[in-house]
């Protein structure tokens, strides 16, 4: 038998308590996917070198220059045309760590004098082939370099460069 008070209201305890559990439901659910949806969505890890890095955006980089990344030991050359190259810092005759020289518009390798052009050719010295490069892609408006996957070249290619 309802009381008065629920007879005015309409809503019995019973019919109460039911909303209130199927509300509950229905936003732990909710959260539950979102949750489910939030470590599924791809992420971009920056953990450092071997993982994805973000460059920066593409405007930070002018033609005609040579930017060292740190953090994932790479250079991003931008060449005359706007194209990107990521270079990886690692010399391909014995693997010294090789500076890019902008008083010399050239990488010089400390070690044994290896010399290679924005592009990574080899110009001098004994190494055997072009500076490596990283995959580059655009995530978010950045430029994103896949230090997880280096690429050896032969020779320098144009379908090696990025045009974002
Ligand atoms: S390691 Fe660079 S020239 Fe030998």
Redesign the pocket.
């Known amino acids: 038998m309802r009381s008065e008070s629920e007879q005015k209201s309409g809503m019995s305890r019973r019919s109460f308590l039911g909303l209130a559990w199927g509300v509950s439901l229905v936003a732990l659910v909710g959260q539950a996917g979102v949750a489910f949806l939030q470590f599924f969505q791809p992420r971009l890890k920056t953990g450092g070198f071997g993982s994805k890095i973000i460059a920066g955006t593409p405007k930070e980089f002018k033609p005609g220059t040579v930017n060292l990344v740190q953090e994932g030991h790479f250079y991003i050359s931008t060449l005359e045309d706007g194209g990107y190259l990521a270079l990886w810092q690692r010399?391909t005759?014995?693997?010294?760590t090789?500076p890019w020289r902008a008083d010399e518009k050239q990488f010089h390798?400390p070690?044994?004098?290896?010399l290679f052009n924005p592009k990574g050719e080899v110009i001098g010295?004994?190494?055997p082939r072009p500076l490596d490069i990283f995959p580059i892609e655009v995530v978010d408006g950045n430029l994103v370099v896949d230090t997880g996957n280096p690429i050896a070249r032969e020779k320098f290619d144009p379908s090696q460069v990025f045009h974002a």
């Open positions: 010399c005759h014995l693997g010294c090789v390798c070690c044994h004098s290896s010295g004994p190494a």
